[in-house]
């Protein structure tokens, strides 16, 4: 194969793709990409903040939130320079490092988004199911060692696929199916055996996405469970409300992405747009619809951040002052029995 088979990208040029068939009509498109951008990184930013400034919301469901709404600012900033780059100035070629890291980064925030979610719904499972012990589990150094394990173990899992690619031969230009560089596209680049990588690749779905999305699923199902037996109507019309925002969530979340991987086998005759269109969905409306979703489903929130622009910041009453993590009640409200915790 010679020299010319270690040669890599950047050397071999390949070129991401834009919209399919609407080349011409980008400076248009961009409007709509650049605005969900917008939308997401300041909702997003806005409820981090909220929960940062407002002790009200210094709580385990919100702090939660507030890792929900770090990691999908994350996956937009990951994939906002060859999107916007594509679209608004025509570059389709970064150079191989660029692939290899954006693709890193889409792929652990995305990892860390699906343990944020887990996390978030053993919160509510506690908080629904065993209420009397919930602030006795779910502390703040706890739950700090959650959000530090969720992210060692994104970084722990991704980090072997931009190694694993760079050390690959490429012997000829490839043009990329997409506006980013997500791992199932570069893996058909290489002119080498990629087993490994496609072994690695699936084993890392199946231990991250697919033990999450089971365990989310088996904990919801004890939640309805629990929330159907309580005897008291509000209480159980209180329970299934704040269940609706976090269903909300996890369905945004996994039904893009299901929709993703069944594409290539479900539609293989579909178009490139077709493709393209459920990748861009996949990556572009969970952090955007999110910030919505919580905004109006959760008051606390919508107070947090109204304070933001208001200035009047309402600090909780606790003897360790302002901005302590207060354990002083579950923050969803509902005890197993269906009364209302104060």
């Known amino acids: 194969m010679g020299a010319k088979g270690n040669a890599s990208l950047d050397l071999l040029p390949s070129f991401l793709t834009g919209i ?156 990329l199916s997409l506006s980013y560089n997500l791992h199932s596209d570069l893996i058909q680049l290489p002119c080498a055996d990629i087993k490994l990588n496609s072994i690695l690749g699936l084993a890392i779905v199946l231990a991250t996405f697919g033990l999450d999305s089971l365990l989310i699923v088996v904990s919801y199902v004890l939640i309805l469970y629990t929330v159907l037996g309580i005897a008291s109507g509000e209480g159980r019309r209180k329970a299934l409300n704040t269940c609706v925002s976090r269903i909300c969530a996890v369905l945004v979340y996994y039904v893009p992405m299901i929709g993703v991987s069944v594409m290539p086998r479900a539609a293989k005759h579909a178009s490139a747009m077709v493709h393209t269109l459920m990748s861009s969905i996949y990556l572009f409306v969970p952090p955007v619809l999110n910030p919505i979703i919580y905004s109006v489903k959760t008051r606390p929130i919508r107070q947090g951040i109204a304070t933001l622009f208001s200035c009047k910041r309402e600090f909780s009453e606790s003897p360790k002052g302002t901005g302590t993590f207060s354990q002083s009640r579950n923050p969803d409200g509902i005890s197993a029995m269906g009364k209302t915790r104060h």
């Open 20 to 175: 399919p068939g609407l080349e011409a009509q980008h400076g248009w498109l961009s409007i709509p990409f650049f605005t969900m951008y917008i939308i997401d990184i300041v909702g997003n930013s806005l409820i981090m903040a909220a929960v940062q400034v407002d002790p009200a919301l210094h709580e385990p469901m919100y702090l939660f939130l507030s890792m929900m709404a770090i990691t999908e600012v994350g996956v937009s900033v990951s994939t906002l320079p060859t999107v916007i780059g594509i679209l608004w100035f025509d570059v389709r070629q970064p150079d191989f490092d660029g692939y290899l890291a954006q693709m890193f980064f889409i792929h652990t925030f995305s990892c860390m988004e699906s343990g944020v979610l887990l996390a978030m719904s053993y919160d509510h499972f506690v908080a629904i199911c065993n209420p009397p012990w919930y602030t006795a589990i779910l502390t703040l150094p706890r739950i700090i060692s959650m959000g530090f394990g969720i992210t060692l173990k994104s970084v722990t899992l991704m980090a072997p696929l931009p190694i694993l690619l760079k050390k690959v031969p490429y012997c000829h230009a490839n043009v």
